[in-house]
């Protein structure tokens, strides 16, 4: 696996765990839709949150939250519709980041609710 996938993987691992810590109930992880993808659908009381995680080894080049771009929160928007409808819920849905910087000096969590509202 390639070091840059490693280092995703090791950011959604560190996701599900703090989101499970503040009460989530993981749903999903990797949830597909045609070639779109969230990275983690979890429950938190009656809201669907769909979780778009972001790991950077260094904040060199921006915020790891700064590279979600408007294409993307489009895929998102249609996958989480699609697995709205699918499983035939009515909930409210919110967009969150989680933003990890993990490198030699540590690493830093930040989870950003609502990140992108009302589309």
């Not at 490198?103 to 589309?119: C, D, P, S, V």
Request: hydrophobic share 40%; aromatic share 8%; glycine share 4%.
């Amino acid at each position: 696996m390639a070091a840059h996938n490693e280092l995703g993987k090791k950011g959604e691992d560190l996701a599900v765990k703090l989101l499970q810590e503040k009460g989530y109930k993981i749903l999903e992880t990797n949830y597909t839709f045609q070639k779109f993808e969230v990275d983690i659908i979890a429950l938190k009381e009656d809201v669907l949150v769909a979780v778009e995680v972001k790991t950077r080894s260094t904040p060199e080049f921006g915020n790891p939250q700064d590279f979600v771009k408007p294409k993307q929160i489009k895929r998102l928007v249609a996958t989480i519709d699609h697995y709205v409808n699918e499983k035939e819920l009515d909930v409210d849905v919110r967009f969150d980041i989680v933003a990890i910087i993990k490198n030699k000096q540590g690493t830093k969590i930040e989870h950003l609710e609502e990140a992108f509202l009302h589309f």
